[in-house]
């Protein structure tokens, strides 16, 4: 049992891009299908499906995405936010991850998004990773 899904996801996804590996394979939650979810729309991955399993939780089959020299999209992987320390940052705080080049991902009472749309949208959550 995990506590920490999406800690786990993230782990999974940074050894597997390390590794050179096509895909990886992650337990499916609402939250980590969101974070995929802005992963895919800012380019990070190619893609994912939910596939039924016997616990009928499901899984997640992670596409992953490699440039033509075979460098990995992401590079690097934070998480910030964690089970015993949530960060919590109005939208005037939310971080710049490389300058604007990287992203971090909020959670907030719209969903889950990056923080540029959050600052768009004017709204603050949890920010739940940065990733570069």
Same mark, same amino acid.
């Given at each position: ?18 590794? +050179? ?20 729309? +800012? ?32 590079? +690097? ?48 959550? +949890? ?6």
């Amino acid at each position: 049992m995990h506590s920490d899904p999406i800690a786990d996801m993230l782990t999974r996804i940074r050894n597997a891009a390390k590794a +050179e590996q096509a895909t990886v394979v992650i337990k499916a939650s609402g939250i980590c299908q969101g974070v995929l979810r802005v992963l895919l729309n +800012e380019g990070y991955i190619s893609g994912f499906d939910k596939i039924d399993d016997a616990t009928g939780q499901g899984i997640l089959k992670v596409e992953l995405k490699y440039a033509y020299d075979g460098t990995p999209a992401i590079t +690097e992987v934070k998480r910030v936010s964690k089970t015993g320390r949530r960060v919590y940052s109005p939208v005037k705080n939310l971080p710049y991850v490389m300058n604007g080049m990287g992203i971090a991902v909020v959670s907030t009472n719209k969903g889950v998004m990056t923080d540029k749309q959050c600052r768009v949208e004017n709204v603050s959550g +949890e920010i739940l990773c940065m990733v570069s």
